[in-house]
């Protein structure tokens, strides 16, 4: 025991060396640049009172779901929101699920069998690598948005593939050209998932849905804990994949069910969301602001993830100190999270972000770099 513990603590020694130890810090005052709440609902003192109204109708949605859904947990509230989450994306079925993590643990470790390849982008989230781990598939990395490699890697398989992406991409703030990969998994007879965390809410569903795709995809994953403020997730799929998750998917079927406040939180902000189109409309200004500004970024010019590459921890950890006195709140990003070489300050864009706050912020990274 006592060596394990000084190997334990000899490697957060070389994090805390390097400058990368991470730990839990309260919530600071100052200008939100860091957040996943894109649209301002976790903020949002309208749908607060929303969901105040409805606990105050039925304080039960209060209580513990005392169960996994296969037990005790399951509610007419958990079934009727699956209902109406499929309805919306235009999709047979829907699969509701604690947390966006869960969703793809679950996902990855249950639909592909040891005869199969699981084919990821290299800068996939790493909820999927883990799920991958619990699977008996064989795993293989494309590279980044590369058609080509992905068409190369999936020549040379001889079992059933599944291929992961994400629909806009957290770190790099880029979008995966989603339309020539699912032709490519058409082709191929491969089955295509896709993780619409960070692109549902500030484009309307999701891109599954804007580009009409929802018959070239297996699954898809929608999370509630960025733009729509609440907590949560859904897989999207056909009836035979949800009752195989139900059967087969241990995350599923040995996890305790969210209380149906957490439910009845979802519904609501997709009422919300219907409601207020004007957020993801003001969102998408201040993304022009931002890019106006002529920072060089890999990210897309639509993207409300914008990276800015400083490739040095110790001069990052520096840009973000700066900003941090500022009054600015922002994330930095350094390896092993990223590649070395590749390191960056993460800005998040809102819509409750103004003009002048934004061309303050820019205006310190540009005199930094």
């Not at 100052?30 to 969901?51: E, M, T």
């Not at 890999?298 to 490739?311: D, F, G, K, W, Y």
């Amino acid at each position: 025991m006592l060596s394990n513990t000084l190997r334990f603590q000899e490697s957060l020694d070389k994090r805390r060396d390097k400058g990368t130890l991470r730990s839990l810090r309260l919530l600071s005052d100052g200008i939100d640049f860091y957040s996943n709440d894109y649209l301002g609902f976790a903020k949002s003192k309208d749908l607060q009172q929303l969901l105040l109204q409805k606990i105050m109708d039925n304080p039960q949605l209060l209580s513990g779901s005392t169960g996994s859904r296969l037990i005790s947990g399951n509610s007419d509230i958990a079934v009727s929101v699956e209902n109406e989450i499929a309805q919306k994306h235009h999709f047979e079925s829907a699969l509701l699920f604690p947390s966006g993590y869960n969703a793809n643990l679950a996902l990855f470790s249950t639909l592909p069998s040891r005869h199969d390849a699981i084919i990821v982008d290299e800068q996939i989230h790493r909820s999927v690598h883990d799920g991958c781990k619990l699977s008996n598939a064989k795993k293989l990395k494309f590279k980044h948005n590369d058609i080509e490699d992905l068409e190369n890697i999936l020549k040379r398989q001889k079992g059933h593939c599944y291929i992961a992406i994400e629909s806009l991409y957290s770190m790099e703030g880029d979008f995966a050209p989603v339309q020539e990969i699912a032709a490519l998994a058409s082709k191929y007879k491969s089955s295509l998932i896709v993780d619409e965390a960070h692109a549902f809410g500030v484009f309307g569903y999701g891109l599954i849905e804007k580009l009409q795709l929802q018959n070239h995809v297996s699954a898809v994953v929608v999370t509630y804990g960025k733009a729509l403020g609440a907590h949560g997730a859904a897989i999207l799929c056909n009836e035979t994949v949800k009752s195989y998750l139900i059967n087969f998917a241990s995350p599923f079927i040995y996890t305790t069910s969210a209380q149906d406040f957490q439910w009845m939180s979802i519904k609501t902000g997709y009422e919300f969301l219907d409601q207020n189109h004007e957020l993801a409309e003001k969102l998408q200004n201040n993304i022009k602001v931002f890019r106006g500004r002529n920072l060089q970024s890999p990210s897309a010019e639509t993207s409300p993830v914008q990276a800015i590459l400083i490739p040095d921890n110790h001069k990052l950890k520096e840009l973000q100190y700066i900003l941090s006195e500022e009054g600015f709140l922002t994330y930095a990003i350094y390896s092993p999270t990223v590649k070395e070489g590749s390191e960056r300050l993460r800005i998040c864009l809102h819509s409750f972000n103004t003009e002048e706050e934004i061309m303050k912020l820019t205006g310190i990274i540009k005199e930094f770099i």
